[in-house]
C-alpha cells in the first residue's frame, strides 16, 4: 500500500520568510507525486513531479523530486498571508489512477 | 469552462436518513473520483469511475455506500442508512489522459455532511 509522510505537520512563520515543506513516499512502481494546495475548499493543483532533480517552478513556489532518496520538497519564497493554506501531497503508481495524500502540512504565514 | 460541480455543498441530516451526494465532472474528463477529507484520516479516496465503469472501490468504507455513474457528465454517491461517523467532507474530482498535466485531478468545491 502507498504511503507519504509530510512533514512538518504545522509551520507558522512571518511575512517574508521562506519556508520547505516536505515529503516522503513509499510507492510500489511510483509514476508521480504532485502537490495541492487547500484553503477553505478543494485541494488545487500547484505541480507534477515525475523525474528526478529536474525543479518545477511557479512564481514564487519551486518544488524537486528526489527519486532516489524517496522524496519532494516544497519550496515557497517571500512568504505573504495568501500563501496560508494546508498543502498536501499525493503520489500514484502505474497501473491505477488513485492518487493517495499525505496529511498534509498547515501553514500559517503571520502580517 | 465550468469546473467540476457538486451539489449540495452543505448537508444536514439525521442517522438513518439516506443521503445522496452529486457530481458533474468537466466536460471531456474520462476519469471521476469520490474522495471523503476528515481531521483524523485526511483525504481519502473512496471509488474511482473510468468511461463511467468502476474501476477501483477498495476505499468504499462499508456496505452502507454506494456510487454511480450512469452517464459521463453525472455521478452519484450514496449512504444509505447515515451515521454520524459519516460525518466529513466529500470531494468529487475528475481527470483525463488524453492531455497533459496527467495525473491531475481538478477537485469539486466539496460537499460538506453533517449525520446528526
Known amino acids: 500500500e502507498d504511503k507519504v509522510v509530510q512533514s512538518p505537520l504545522s509551520l507558522v512563520v512571518h511575512e517574508g520568510d521562506t519556508v520547505t515543506l516536505n515529503c516522503s513516499y513509499e510507492?510500489?512502481?511510483?509514476?508521480?507525486l504532485l502537490w495541492y494546495k487547500q484553503e477553505k475548499k478543494a485541494p488545487t493543483f500547484l505541480f507534477m513531479l515525475t523525474s528526478s532533480g529536474i525543479e518545477k517552478k511557479s512564481g514564487r513556489l519551486s518544488s524537486i523530486l528526489d527519486k532516489k532518496e524517496l522524496f519532494s520538497i516544497l519550496n515557497i519564497t517571500a512568504t505573504q498571508t495568501g500563501d496560508s493554506a494546508v498543502y498536501l501531497c499525493a503520489v500514484t503508481h502505474f497501473g491505477n489512477e488513485k492518487l493517495t495524500f499525505g496529511t498534509g502540512t498547515r501553514l500559517t504565514i503571520i502580517p | 469552462d465550468a469546473g467540476v460541480i457538486q451539489s449540495p455543498r452543505h448537508e444536514v441530516t439525521e442517522m438513518g436518513q439516506e443521503v445522496t451526494l452529486r457530481c458533474k465532472p468537466i466536460?471531456?474528463?474520462?476519469?471521476l473520483f469520490w474522495y471523503r477529507q476528515t481531521m483524523m484520516r485526511g483525504l481519502e479516496l473512496l471509488i474511482y469511475?473510468?468511461?463511467?465503469?468502476?474501476?477501483?472501490d477498495s476505499g468504499m468504507p462499508e456496505d452502507r455506500f454506494s456510487a454511480k455513474m450512469p452517464n459521463a457528465s453525472f455521478s452519484t454517491l450514496k449512504i444509505q442508512p447515515s451515521e454520524p461517523r459519516d460525518s466529513a467532507v466529500y470531494f468529487c474530482?475528475?481527470?483525463?489522459?488524453?492531455?497533459?498535466?496527467?495525473?491531475?485531478?481538478?477537485f469539486g468545491p466539496g460537499t460538506r455532511l453533517t449525520v446528526l
Open positions: 474530482a475528475s481527470s483525463t489522459r488524453l492531455a497533459p498535466p496527467l495525473d491531475t485531478q481538478y
Open positions: 466536460s471531456g474528463h474520462d476519469y
Open positions: 510507492v510500489t512502481n511510483f509514476r508521480s
Open positions: 469511475f473510468n468511461n463511467n465503469v468502476p474501476i477501483d
